[in-house]
């Protein structure tokens, strides 16, 4: 993984570790980071860059068992530091519960919270009032996801399991789930914080802010630490209305990343991700190298472009630059993928995708997971801390995400 700006910010560490420890614990102190996030990294070589941070991760189940033994230490540090004691928590899953990828995560996720000393159980907004949902993972193990009932300001199993906590994993594409409105419990994350409000571009622009300051602190050039982007909103791929605005963005990123290249003599062909600007999945994704290959788009393309998960229409996009990996797998194409609890990276995966190249989306069919840093060796750990660093910043940005007062409904 060695590369020039790996260097740099590994030299920048070990010379200013407790300045930067300083750094990280201001920012933190001032906006607190979620309880857990989960950052996807393109390394360049000649840059690094978060090109998607999720706040209601997938994925534990792609964790060392050195990285879980920190997630354990980490979960108990973080509700020990909440107003009230923590003894029963509820995980509230994805609604696509035969996924068999995403019931090995959420096994894990469950272990992970009983291993920190937590009674847990699964609550599901899909079970039907007095029918639990019996689920296998991909081992077999059994999951049990039991209908949930709200009893006033409290929310409940239909077994009378009352949670001091409820851990949201779903991602609320479409929407904020009503048996939570009003709820008085500690929800983590945010209810606001789902995809049917958060926007990609508002992170990014909060990114933007923060890879500066930190930069700025440094010595370091941010756009060394960033995607460039630029939204277009008012967009009906359908009926290829706003493809005009797509396209101009797509030449202005071009132009600037150009610029960029010439500075630091990087010889490839920029190119940019066109993004639905809420949502995740890897859906609603596409590549160009210029706006005439929006005007080009085929009715299959726009399909795609037209409607993410759960059936939700694209509106607005991000057109983000281009940052091609040159992190290779056992011959696979790779990309990073950090896990955070509280701000602190605890471990990692990277996603590999022999189907597909260099520039283009590995979250995609084909792609397969490998654990970082299985024997936590000190060498290890030390190539990952550049990682690190960024999945940091990428977290601290997504705290200071603005949307406006009503933030938990």
């Not at 004691?85 to 609604?95: D, F, L, R, S, T």
């Not at 599901?124 to 049990?144: F, K, M, N, R, T």
């Not at 190119?271 to 639905?276: E, G, P, R, S």
Request: aromatic share 8%; proline share 4%; glycine share 8%.
């Amino acid at each position: 993984m060695s590369s020039a700006i790996i260097t740099q910010l590994t030299e920048t560490l070990r010379a200013q570790e407790q300045e930067v420890a300083d750094w990280f614990h201001a920012a933190f102190t001032a906006t607190p980071p979620s309880f857990y996030s989960s950052v996807d990294i393109r390394h360049a070589g000649y840059k690094i860059a978060p090109v998607d941070t999720n706040l209601f991760p997938a994925g534990f189940n792609h964790l060392s068992e050195p990285s879980q033994k920190r997630a354990v230490q980490l979960i108990e540090a973080f509700m020990q530091k909440l107003s009230h004691p923590v003894k029963k928590v509820m995980i509230i899953p994805e609604n696509h519960t035969r996924n068999l990828g995403y019931l090995d995560n959420l096994q894990a996720l469950l272990s992970l919270l009983q291993r920190a000393g937590y009674e847990v159980r699964i609550g599901s907004l899909q079970a039907e009032e007095g029918e639990a949902i019996h689920l296998q993972d991909s081992s077999g193990q059994s999951l049990v996801q039991q209908p949930l009932e709200k009893d006033g300001n409290t929310l409940k199993t239909d077994c009378d399991f009352v949670p001091d906590v409820i851990i949201i994993n779903n991602d609320m594409t479409s929407g904020s789930p009503a048996i939570l409105k009003g709820i008085t419990q500690t929800i983590i994350p945010a209810i606001g914080q789902g995809w049917y409000r958060r926007k990609k571009s508002i992170h990014f622009d909060a990114y933007r802010d923060v890879s500066y300051e930190f930069a700025q602190a440094f010595q370091l050039d941010p756009w060394l630490l960033r995607a460039e982007f630029h939204k277009c909103g008012l967009i009906d791929f359908k009926e290829r209305k706003g493809i005009e605005c797509v396209a101009l963005g797509v030449e202005k990123i071009l132009r600037v990343v150009r610029e960029r290249y010439a500075q630091y003599n990087v010889k490839v062909d920029p190119y940019v991700f066109i993004k639905a600007d809420s949502g995740t999945y890897g859906m609603g994704i596409m590549t160009a190298k210029s706006g005439e290959d929006v005007y080009e788009m085929n009715k299959k393309s726009r399909n795609k472009m037209d409607v993410i998960k759960e059936g939700v229409h694209t509106s607005e996009v991000i057109i983000q630059e281009g940052v091609p990996t040159i992190d290779v797998i056992d011959g696979g194409i790779a990309e990073p993928m950090l896990y955070l609890i509280d701000g602190t990276p605890m471990g990692g995966a990277y996603r590999i995708n022999e189907e597909r190249d260099t520039y283009t989306n590995l979250n995609a069919r084909g792609m397969r997971f490998q654990p970082m840093c299985a024997n936590d060796s000190e060498e290890c750990m030390s190539r990952l801390s550049p990682l690190g660093l960024v999945a940091k910043l990428a977290t601290l940005a997504a705290s200071r995400e603005e949307y406006g007062d009503d933030y938990m409904i």
